[in-house]
Nanobody
């Protein structure tokens, strides 16, 4: 599996969500890549949460920036999303996706997504 998300399916309000995305080494065919997190609330469209670049720079959705942290472990291509102070509005399917930039092409690969429900 090129990308695999994992994490708790159920989170209580006010808790911190921690999701992992493991990328297969075969999927990273270049030193230049961007790993992003995207979510889809029920009945709504996709919402970009944030991203981390090959250099370690991070970018966050302004509406979520104060609660979001994305980190990586380059030794095993393991990426983590943390979202604090969870509310029911954070319920949805969370995806990780990677864009690999090569000399003449860019390749996007998505994970299958993982359902996160915020409820007490």
């Amino acid at each position: 599996v090129p990308l695999q998300e994992s994490g708790p399916g159920l989170v209580e309000p006010s808790q911190t969500l921690s999701l992992a995305c493991t990328v297969s080494r075969a999927s990273i065919t270049s030193d230049y890549y961007y790993l992003g997190w995207i979510r889809q609330p029920p009945g709504r469209g996709l919402e970009w949460v944030g991203a981390i670049t090959f250099s370690g720079a991070t970018y966050y959705n302004p509406s979520l920036k104060s609660r979001t942290s994305i980190s990586r472990d380059t030794s095993n291509y393991h990426f983590t999303l943390q979202l604090t102070s969870m509310t029911p509005e954070d319920t949805g399917v969370y995806y990780c996706a990677i864009r690999v930039v090569e000399l003449d092409a860019e390749h996007d690969t998505w994970g299958q997504g993982t359902q996160v429900t915020v409820s007490s």
